[in-house]
């Protein structure tokens, strides 16, 4: 029987790269975190990095981003014995990211080159989306994750780890979605505060 749409977790999920083509580069890091149906609280963290195995393919600035070395992935698995249980941990979600194109477009690739089966239909949520919606209006003038966070008072301590950015999405989903007028009020003299500190 089919879940009603209420009932599906959403799952937030992080990828780290190699590099921005996903025909090219490879997802080396993966983070998700799954939260119960509407009015549930079972909050799930997974996280696991991959060994790459085209590292001769990747761009210097993406390592130089999320940090990676052999010795932290020494050991790590394959792409071939991650992809079945990223399946498992996206199985009958909603997704979210920011800008969660960009990480379907990696998990689907992976799925085509080492699965037998594709990735399938699922809603998405974007939190890019999210902020401009709510934000820009109120003076957020960059939509990275890290500004975001900043402007929501959001700490981007470990960000660029998968297990760290999904928390930082997860926080930011939750801010975003529960705001009500004296949030917001907070927000935007927060941010005129910050503006003048600048200009002092």
Avoid at 32 to 41: L, M, Q
Avoid at 128 to 154: K, M, Q, R, W
Wanted: net charge positive; proline share 4%; aromatic share 8%.
């Amino acid at each position: 029987m089919k879940k009603p749409l209420r009932e599906k977790p959403i799952i937030f999920l992080d990828i780290e790269t190699t590099g921005l083509d996903p025909t090219h580069h490879e997802i080396i890091e993966v983070a998700t975190r799954s939260v119960g149906g509407f009015g549930h609280r079972v909050h799930k963290l997974w996280s696991i990095r991959i060994k790459p195995k085209h590292i001769e393919r990747a761009h210097p600035k993406a390592l130089e981003i999320n940090g990676y070395n052999e010795v932290d992935w020494e050991g790590a698995p394959t792409i071939e014995e991650v992809v079945p249980l990223i399946r498992e941990h996206l199985r009958g979600g909603v997704l979210c990211g920011h800008n969660i194109k960009f990480d379907v477009g990696f998990i689907k690739q992976a799925y085509e080159d080492h699965s037998d089966r594709g990735m399938g239909f699922h809603h998405t949520i974007d939190t890019v989306t999210l902020a401009y919606e709510h934000l820009a209006p109120l003076g957020l003038d960059s939509l990275s994750l890290h500004n975001i966070c900043n402007f929501l008072g959001i700490s981007n301590d470990g960000e660029h780890t998968a297990a760290a950015d999904v928390d930082r999405c997860y926080k930011v989903y939750r801010k975003l979605t529960r705001a009500g007028t004296l949030d917001r009020l907070k927000w935007r003299w927060d941010n005129a505060m910050r503006g003048k500190l600048k200009r002092g």
